[in-house]
């Protein structure tokens, strides 16, 4: 008999850690011996956590909202009398778990990621075996071009295409680096992948290390995820230990040595060149491109920079190919995606779906609908950067081309689900708020004209707006986009634009009835 607790950042915050003392006390005081108590990362169903899993053989039972107080009867019950809890008991049949396909995800929740035996014997370092074994640089870079894999930070870049051109670029050196710079409001899947399965994250980047020829990476995570570092640094030494990191890997006279660094939780450090920049120890700004890294990176040389989840797919591209990859979502988008899943919805959490999925069934089949009965208005994706999709586009199939041509973008995978009760325009001022602060200030479109759409937003809200207010408000917002220097400006007017495209009754409710 094992039992699991969930010990992510999302079953600490609900008490996760308290629920396990209580598991391990009351084992100890009915003096209940031979029983595995286990941690695991998030396992997506963050709205039922405290989540506590009991595995005896071949069943598993999952029980939700295991405060530490509910442990001395949920031990009794099952373990004592050999009853399931059944008023605990999360339903297996729920189409939370059965609507997904977890690739990416399909560890977390499953293993002790601070356990390499476990990570290895659920799969982790078979597609690096095959890689060292099978397969020469052109041929992996040819399988990551060929699967269509494309990034999964936001832009949507061919991942294969970047590898070529770091392939193909000379340098002495070479370099990867994952951006785990997370940095959009409501989004947590890079956070939840490096606390659940930091080995599928380290295995990722070695393949990329290899196929380009680096022999060096970084990890470049904010300083805001502790859990996510500390399960990321025993990763690292672990695989060192194994022989799987470092000198010699796997006996194939290839080196990867990777390292972590941490960001201050600047938002624009996600962007690739701030990242360098604050990577070299300078202030986080961006800078013009070409060169683009795969030519000239860190410190001057050749440099892939992935974000988590794109690096977490490489290892079963590698071991199952690309066909089988191109098996899953869309022509053009194969794969899955991951989205923290936020906001008005019933089953706030961690999910992974096919891409192609519709919008609706992400929410109403995965998310079981809204909270409170409350009719859907309109989902948020891409966080700042994105835009808002609307009831009348709840069929629309989630995929990069999809979603760009109703004006938002895919972005890293924040969904944020809003009903009737949520004021669109205050949404937009949120965001242009957030860019506003995140601005480094570099250029004047951003730093300026963020600031003053704040302004005009504020007066809005507030009732005070006029129309010429908004004529201005969407001029500016043209304009900021069309001289930003870099994406975070480029974008940062995304939401006002795009509510103003499906919204703009609330706009004018704004101005015409003063509120
Ligand atoms: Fe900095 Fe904004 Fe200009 Fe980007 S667009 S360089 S974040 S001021």
Redesign the pocket.
């Known amino acids: 008999t094992e039992i699991v607790v969930g010990l992510g950042t999302c079953g600490i915050a609900s008490g996760a850690k308290d629920t396990l003392e209580a598991i391990k006390k009351e084992l100890e005081w009915k003096n209940i011996k031979d029983i595995k108590i286990s941690q695991t990362g998030c396992m997506g169903y963050c709205v039922g956590e405290p989540l506590v899993e009991i595995r005896q053989g071949d069943s598993k039972v999952l029980y939700e909202n295991i405060k530490d107080f509910k442990v001395e009867e949920l031990l009794q019950q099952h373990l004592i009398e050999g009853n399931i809890v059944e008023r605990w008991q999360v339903d297996e049949d729920l189409d939370f778990f059965k609507a997904q396909e977890r690739i990416v995800l399909k560890n977390c929740g499953l293993i002790d990621p601070e356990s390499i035996d476990d990570a290895i014997s659920n799969g982790a370092y078979r597609g690096l075996a095959k890689a060292i074994k099978e397969m020469d640089q052109e041929d992996i870079v040819n399988e990551i071009t060929v699967s269509k894999l494309r990034g999964r930070g936001g832009g949507g870049f061919p991942t294969g295409m970047k590898w070529k051109f770091a392939l193909d670029s000379p340098g002495e050196k070479k370099y990867v680096v994952c951006n785990a710079d997370e940095g959009d409001p409501g989004a947590f899947m890079d956070r939840s992948i490096l606390e659940g399965d930091p080995h599928r994250l380290i295995e990722g980047m070695i393949i990329a290390g290899y196929a380009i020829g680096a022999n060096y990476g970084y990890v470049y995570c904010r300083a805001e995820y502790p859990l996510a570092i500390s399960r990321l640094r025993k990763a690292i030494k672990d695989a060192e230990d194994y022989g799987i990191l470092g000198e010699n890997i796997l006996g194939s006279g290839f080196d990867f040595n990777l390292d972590i660094r941490l960001g201050a939780g600047a ?2 450090c996600g ?1 690739e060149t ?1 990242l360098l920049a604050s990577l070299e120890g300078h202030r986080g ?2 800078k013009p491109r070409p060169p683009y890294p795969p030519q000239k990176g860190y410190k001057g040389y050749p440099t892939v920079i992935n974000n988590v989840e794109t690096l977490a797919n490489i290892p079963d591209i590698i071991d199952k190919g690309r066909h089988w990859f191109k098996n899953i979502g869309t022509e053009d988008s194969p794969g899955t995606k991951v989205f923290a899943l936020a906001g008005k919805v019933r089953n706030n959490g961690l999910v992974e779906v096919p891409m192609g999925t519709k919008l609706g069934d992400i929410v109403f089949d995965i998310g079981g609908g809204l909270i409170n009965d409350g009719k859907f208005k309109a989902a948020q994706t891409g966080g700042p950067s994105g835009g808002c999709i609307p009831i009348e586009h709840l069929n629309v199939p989630i995929d990069y081309d999809s979603l760009k041509e109703l004006g938002t973008i895919m972005g890293s995978g924040g969904l944020i689900v809003m009903d009737q009760q949520d004021c669109m325009v205050d949404l937009a001022k949120y965001f242009i708020d957030f ?1 506003k602060d ?10 300026i004209g ?1 600031t003053r759409m704040l302004e005009i937003l504020d007066k809005i809200t507030k009732g005070e707006g006029e129309q010429k207010d908004l004529d201005l408000l969407l001029d500016m917002g043209e304009k ?1 986009q069309d001289s ?7 974008t ?1 007017p995304n939401p006002v634009v795009s509510t103003a495209r499906y919204f703009m009754d609330e706009y004018k409710a704004h101005i015409e009835d003063n509120y």
């Not at 995140?438 to 730093?447: F, I, L, V």
């Not at 930003?484 to 480029?490: A, D, E, H, I, K």
């Open positions: 938002f624009v962007e701030a700004e961006p860019c995140e601005s480094c200030g570099k250029c004047t479109p951003c730093r963020t900021v930003s220097f870099c994406g975070l400006g480029q940062a």
